[in-house]
């Protein structure tokens, strides 16, 4: 079936600090991926997506690049702040159109 | 919009009790979903419906029922609470009618803790 493996975490960065969060996924077909941002006390929400290989999404100064060759969708962002501290979460969806996530990435940024 | 919502925010509840965690969103989606998050385990998904009527398990759906009597409600019924159903639970809608591009839409979450 479907998986998600992310780097776990957390990941505690200086601001300002480039900022790299891997993710590899398994799938039959062609699925698209997903990042979605929890911040504390919240439900997820979206940050970026790609449907379709080489597709870079991109939201917020986040970019991830749908990458088929390596089956790899690695979220960045360049310069990060105390405000982007929150968990996030890969995911795709495939043919049976039901989402399969990761277990998560806490990003924790020091001022 | 008010998008999905969720009541009730926390709940305590006694080891044999029942209760209902409701979910109402407002944009006319056809597909719903019910996830656990349990601390650093990710999301785990309880049943999912894919319009009313239509209803299904999904990876974790021991000790819940769920109904999908119209398009905007779905709620999540515990029955016989157990400690192990401590958890974070959070409802998702998506539209359903675009594949697998369709982003999900989260509620706030339900923080339920049975003693």
């Known amino acids: 079936g479907d998986s998600v493996t992310q780097m776990e975490g957390p990941v505690t960065l200086s601001e300002e600090a480039f900022l790299t969060i891997n993710c590899t996924y398994t799938a039959t077909g062609y699925p698209s991926l997903f990042w979605y941002v929890q911040y504390p006390g919240e439900g997820l929400q979206l940050l970026l997506k790609a449907t379709k290989a080489d597709d870079k999404g991109s939201n917020k100064g986040f970019e991830a690049t749908y990458r088929k060759e390596t089956t790899s969708f690695h979220l960045e962002k360049g310069s990060v702040q105390v405000s982007d501290s929150a968990v996030y979460f890969c995911?795709?969806?495939?043919?049976?159109?039901?989402?399969?996530f990761g277990r998560g990435t806490s990003l924790i940024v020091h001022p | 919009n008010a998008g999905v919502t969720q009541t009730p925010k926390f709940r305590i509840l006694k080891i044999g009790q029942s209760m209902t965690l409701q979910c109402t969103q407002d944009?006319?989606?056809?597909?719903m979903y019910w996830y656990r998050q349990d601390p650093g385990m990710g999301l785990k998904l309880i049943y999912y419906?894919?319009?009313?009527?239509?209803?299904d398990k999904g990876e974790v759906p021991n000790g819940y029922n769920v109904s999908r009597s119209t398009t905007e409600d779905f709620p999540l019924r515990l029955e016989l609470a157990a400690p192990s159903q401590t958890s974070v639970y959070f409802c998702?809608?998506?539209?359903?009618?675009?594949?697998?591009?369709?982003?999900?839409?989260f509620g706030p979450g339900t923080r339920l803790t049975v003693l």
């Open positions: 944009m006319n989606h056809n597909y």
């Open positions: 995911a795709l969806t495939g043919g049976s159109y039901i989402p399969t």
């Open positions: 419906s894919v319009g009313a009527g239509i209803t």
């Open positions: 998702a809608s998506s539209y359903g009618g675009r594949g697998s591009t369709d982003t999900q839409y």
